[in-house]
């Protein structure tokens, strides 16, 4: 049979990420329903995982390092008194405490969690080490040590907490593990811990409210109009509002002088919009806008 033509369609996709499925499956799934020419996704989520997968198909891949690089939300349940090997439901029992700790303990002990800490990343993770992938070289038998590395958590909190089970809420920046938090914070407490349910509910400026379960993506007459704009991934930086003209010079490459009386003379990061379309993203440089990353209209 022979393959459909692919398209060049753009914009994001922000699906709430079914459980059992991996962001790769997830990623190819959408572009196979959009017939799009290309595809990216803007930060993992682990098969056990459910939530947020923002997908950006076209043009749109081009802006995502501006939701990649986002602060991120979770809530999540740990289970007290157990280890695993990856550090969540689907690794085997590696260690066990009788230990549980009391909400009391739990709460005092949030605020050596909370801002930036330093965090040794699970082995089984997606970091490379020489070239492989952790989680590769773990399922081979191998040991993995990942080194600590500073991550930042601005917001730690426990919903609820049970004998054996306690479920949280976390808001943290990139490079941040939930399954090491869990293992780090049962580990301060004396026991052992891992991740049994997780939920990312929000990257950058995409919160549930935005997304888009894989049933109605599968179920609707026009997909297209399930899409976001590019645009939408680059709300946190300055907006430039450009001319025609300029639109038609920054796709050639060009540079251009920002004109009016509010006009930046310097950004480290901005982005040109014609009519609310993301145009390019890019730079000011002595009044003038220099594209890095040029979106095709």
Not at 91 to 106: L, N
Not at 195 to 218: H, I, M, Q, S
Request: aromatic fraction near 6%; include cysteine.
């Amino acid at each position: 049979m022979p393959k459909s033509p692919k398209r060049p369609v753009s914009g994001w996709i922000i699906l709430d990420k079914p459980y059992g499925m991996t962001s790769t499956q997830a990623v190819g799934k959408v572009r196979w329903l959009f017939s799009a020419e290309k595809a990216g996704h803007a930060g993992t989520l682990d098969p056990l995982a459910t939530g947020l997968l923002p997908i950006a198909l076209g043009e749109a891949t081009k802006t995502v390092p501006f939701v990649q690089g986002g602060g991120k939300r979770y809530r999540f349940t740990l289970k007290w008194g157990e280890a695993t090997a990856t550090e969540d439901a689907e690794g085997e029992v590696i260690a066990t405490s009788d230990v549980r700790p009391s909400e009391d303990e739990v709460r005092a002990m949030l605020p050596r969690f909370t801002g930036t800490i330093q965090q040794r990343p699970p082995a089984f993770s997606a970091i490379k080490v020489n070239g492989e992938r952790a989680y590769d070289l773990a399922r081979a038998g191998e040991t993995v040590e990942l080194a600590e590395r500073p991550v930042t958590i601005s917001e730690l909190t426990l919903l609820a907490h049970g004998p054996d089970h306690s479920e949280f809420e976390m808001a943290c920046e990139k490079g941040t593990y939930v399954r090491a938090l869990a293992r780090d914070l049962a580990e301060a407490l004396g026991t052992r811990g891992h991740v049994v349910a997780l939920r990312r509910t929000a990257v950058a400026g995409f919160t549930e409210k935005d997304a888009v379960l894989l049933e109605t993506l599968e179920a609707a007459a026009d997909r297209d109009g399930l899409l976001r704009p590019a645009a939408d991934a680059l709300r946190h930086l300055p907006e430039l509002r450009i001319t025609p003209d300029d639109a038609a010079l920054i796709r050639n490459g060009g540079a251009v002088l920002l004109r009016g009386g509010g006009a930046p003379i310097a950004l480290a990061e901005a982005w040109a919009s014609l009519s609310g379309q993301a145009v390019a993203i890019g730079e000011v440089r002595s009044g003038s806008f220099h594209p890095s990353r040029v979106l095709k209209g």
